[in-house]
């Protein structure tokens, strides 16, 4: 290890350290830091932006999880092995809670390891192309890349991000030629969360189709894809295998805009068809490499397309798709611009995501701007333990909404 990599590696644990204390000091000191081309600092950057949402209030499915946290207690893993398919989130709420640990800190430990993860898979993609990179584009992609990751899902959408992560990491990986753990991840990411399944077809394609595809006939397809989606795919719905079924999200409270206001029409609209669009047909334009993850990205873009007409799945299904589209795109600018464009089309990109990341926010606005939770940001671990997420409270919000 020379020199420069052990002064990095002091400076970054030093960073840790700060940031255990207060996120939201150390998070400017770790910009810097990332800004002078120290990787170790992304890894910190990760570990803040897990602490910074951690302690949010459990809204949407995290109350959801946090009830079935509590339940665990009462329950045997048999019990979960036999009543579940997707078996893996629900062991770890029974080993955290056998270890008497609260949920706050449980949510805080998964939040930490996917954050970790994706930091890890960002580090390495940035290490392979360092010598073409200056500390400026390495600080722009470093945001482009945890832009992408919708910090709300992180926090609240527990067990489908956790999936997400297995997902991602498993096709990175599957990318890098290391199939054996790449498969065992995705198997992993399956029994973790059924909506994987969603996206395997992409997976399986972008393996076993190695050939380009021009850009016409990329065009032609997600055109042809787009018509089965807003008019057919109810009809092939039928006839799916029921391990592919959602009745919730297909025919039940979430499968339409019906159940929302006018304000969460527009957020879905904004955010998953005109963002989501926008950056599909960027992608599609490019000049991606032709290797698993930029195939993943246009079989995904297909698949997304087909279920468009219906708004939770296609929301999940574009939260992993995001990442190999970015991915290939960064990809693409990097290999194929001057510095002057680089920048130029890293700013575009950096405002597309900065656009998608405040809509998510508005979207959990309360839970963002609660008190205890801005007040972990400033001094961590202030408060711990479910006495923060009392079930009362939480219940009676719920009623008065």
């Not at 042809?224 to 799916?240: A, D, V």
Request: proline share 2%; hydrophobic share 55%.
């Amino acid at each position: 290890m020379t020199t420069s990599y052990r002064n990095n590696l002091k400076e970054s644990i030093l960073l840790l350290f700060i940031a255990i204390f207060s996120p939201i000091v150390a998070l400017p000191f770790i910009l810097i830091s990332i800004y002078k081309k120290n990787l170790y600092s992304i890894y910190v950057l990760g570990v803040v932006l897990a602490l910074l949402i951690g302690f949010m209030p459990p809204y949407a499915d995290s109350y959801h999880y946090y009830v079935i946290y509590k339940r665990t207690q009462t329950f045997t893993l048999s019990n979960w092995l036999v009543s579940t398919k997707d078996f893996v989130f629900y062991s770890l709420c029974y080993v955290f809670n056998s270890w008497n640990i609260p949920y706050v800190l449980f949510r805080l430990c998964i939040g930490i390891f996917e954050m970790l993860v994706f930091s890890w898979i960002f580090v390495d993609f940035i290490k392979t192309r360092n010598e073409k990179l200056d500390g400026k584009n390495i600080f722009l992609i470093t945001f482009i890349m945890f832009l992408t990751i919708d910090l709300m899902f992180v926090c609240f959408m527990i067990r489908f991000a956790l999936m997400a992560t297995f997902f991602i990491l498993s096709v990175y990986l599957l990318n890098k030629d290391k199939k054996f753990i790449g498969v065992f991840l995705l198997f992993l990411s399956l029994a973790t969360h059924f909506g994987g399944f969603l996206l395997l077809p992409g997976v399986i394609l972008s393996i076993v189709l190695r050939f380009k595809i021009s850009t016409t006939k990329k065009f032609i397809l997600a055109f042809i894809f787009l018509c089965l989606g807003l008019s057919f795919f109810s009809f092939l719905y039928q006839f799916l295998p029921d391990v592919f079924k959602a009745e919730t999200y297909i025919s039940g409270t979430w499968s339409d805009f019906g159940s929302k206001s006018f304000n969460g029409m527009m957020y879905y609209i904004l955010q998953y068809y005109v963002l989501a669009g926008i950056m599909i047909f960027c992608f599609m334009i490019s000049s991606p490499h032709n290797n698993i993850i930029s195939r993943m990205a246009f079989w995904g873009s297909l698949i997304f397309f087909c279920i468009c007409s219906f708004s939770e799945l296609s929301q999940r299904v574009w939260w992993i798709l995001k990442f190999f589209i970015v991915f290939s795109l960064l990809e693409s600018i990097i290999s194929n611009c001057s510095k002057r464009l680089i920048l130029t089309k890293l700013y575009g990109l950096i405002f597309l995501l900065c656009f998608a990341q405040m809509m998510a926010i508005y979207g959990f606005r309360e839970a963002v701007f609660d008190r205890n939770n801005i007040k972990h940001s400033i001094i961590l671990f202030s408060i711990v333990g479910d006495e923060v997420y009392d079930d009362g409270y939480f219940f009676r919000r719920s009623i008065s909404k």
